[in-house]
């Protein structure tokens, strides 16, 4: 079935409300959490993975776009950049990766999480004109893997026991 353009804002406006309250959340729970510095549990993430699954590479890449400018106007352009940046290389990887296969949901949301990681660090090189940052890849590369792996358990319990998730689900199969 063919998303008509209402629908696809409705949805989108949707999801991009859930980010803001997944990052709220998040943002509640991290001192409780004591992560190393500049990990995050990224559950926002989840919900563009569910964009980029069920609804369309459009509406996915609008999601990381609007949670960017959520950033900007929450934390400040460096760390929107920082966001923006981690972003969409997590969404071309994932993206690349339905492209050329079928991977599972493990095996996306790590690759993700990864990437993310990996793009917020090369932005943050380039903002600071040094590749210094990327002395703190290895705990990102870990933390990634662990996050990545968690998200995908969340993104697969969201799709099979919420039903929000399963009917945007059956309207896609349609």
Not at 50 to 69: D, T
Not at 76 to 104: D, E, H, N, Q
């Amino acid at each position: 079935m063919k998303h008509t353009a209402s629908k696809r804002v409705a949805w989108t406006g949707m999801l991009f409300a859930l980010c803001m309250i997944l990052n709220y959340v998040e943002s509640m729970a991290a001192p409780l959490m004591q992560l190393a510095p500049g990990v995050k549990l990224g559950l926002s993430n989840i919900v563009v993975m569910y964009a980029l699954l069920f609804i369309s590479k459009r509406e996915a890449m609008v999601l990381v776009v609007l949670k960017s400018m959520f950033v900007l106007l929450t934390k400040g352009a460096i760390t929107a950049a920082v966001s923006l940046g981690g972003g969409v290389l997590s969404f071309v990887v994932m993206y690349f990766l339905l492209r050329v296969c079928k991977p599972t949901h493990l095996i996306l949301s790590v690759s993700g999480a990864i990437a993310h990681n990996v793009g917020q660090l090369a932005m943050v090189s380039v903002l600071l004109g040094s590749s210094f940052a990327m002395a703190y890849l290895p705990v990102l590369l870990l933390s990634g893997l662990i996050v990545g792996a968690a998200n995908s358990i969340l993104l697969g319990l969201l799709i099979s026991r919420v039903p929000f998730f399963r009917i945007q689900t059956q309207d896609k199969e349609k």
